[in-house]
């Protein structure tokens, strides 16, 4: 192999192990110390007095380690979640301590998860 071409793939070795040496040390900044993206937590709900995601939870093994069969789920910045006590964001979130978004509710047949839905109560006369 001539002499001329060992310098030019030299070259482009190079700058592929430069790209790479960036993108992982942009991605170490974003997802460790600025820590710019979101959760979304499951905390418990009452579905006597909202609507509420709803899973069977009669099967352990169908159902994640929180236990919750009616919950519903918030959205909320990454550097916020050290603020939740024992990792249960349900004080923060709904006292407005740190900004979370509510995630509204839809049906997902796949997963196994339906939407409860608010009764009305009826008077009878």
Do not use: H
């Not at 899973?55 to 069969?69: E, K, V």
């Not at 990454?78 to 939740?84: H, Y």
Request: proline letters at 5%; a negative charge; hydrophobic letters at 30%.
């Amino acid at each position: 192999m001539p002499e001329g071409e060992d310098k030019k793939s030299n070259w482009f070795l190079w700058l592929i192990g430069i790209s790479c040496l960036i993108a992982v040390i942009i991605s170490f900044y974003f997802f460790y110390f600025k820590k710019d993206y979101d959760f979304i937590v499951e905390v418990a709900c009452d579905p006597s007095r909202e609507t509420c995601f709803q899973r069977d939870c009669s099967n352990p093994d169908d159902c994640p380690p929180n236990g919750l069969s009616d919950f519903k789920r918030y959205s909320l910045n990454a550097k916020d979640f050290k603020t939740c006590e024992n990792e249960d964001c349900t004080k923060v979130c709904e006292t407005g301590l740190i900004k979370c978004e509510s995630v509204e509710c839809t049906e997902d047949e796949e997963v196994g998860e339906s939407c409860s839905t608010l009764e009305t109560p009826t008077s009878n006369q």
